[in-house]
């Protein structure tokens, strides 16, 4: 089974930043889709940014503030997030989508709270 582990939530004021980071671990896979998803209280989980080996794909709330990026290596995805909102606040998870014996599967992290203060 594939484990993600999330870190980089916390509290900070609107027009500061907050740096998210993803690891995912377990047996042999190929990595498909790597992103980050976000659901604030009485809302649906919303898309944030999704990268791809070749396509990034970001909510229009967060295009120029937000950048996803992944490192292959070390199967981790990072969602850097800059001028945050108070908008912005709510509880990020990280997603996974993989290869493997061909078939595709999808993995979701604990989540990780992003607070921003007005």
């Known amino acids: 089974q594939v484990q993600l582990v999330e870190s980089g939530g916390g509290l900070v004021q609107a027009g500061g930043s907050l740096r998210l980071s993803c690891a995912a671990s377990g047996r042999s896979f190929s990595i498909n889709a790597m992103g980050w998803y976000r659901q604030a209280p009485g809302k649906q989980r919303e898309l944030v940014a999704v990268?791809?080996?070749?396509?990034?794909n970001y909510a229009d709330s967060v295009k120029g503030r937000f950048t996803i990026s992944r490192d292959n290596a070390k199967n981790t995805v990072d969602l850097q997030m800059n001028s945050l909102k108070p908008e912005d606040t709510a509880v990020y998870y990280c997603?996974?989508?993989?290869?493997?014996?061909?078939?595709?599967?999808?993995?979701w992290g604990q989540g990780t709270q992003v607070t921003v203060s007005s």
């Open positions: 990268i791809t080996s070749g396509s990034i």
């Open positions: 997603n996974l989508v993989i290869w493997r014996f061909g078939a595709t599967y999808d993995y």
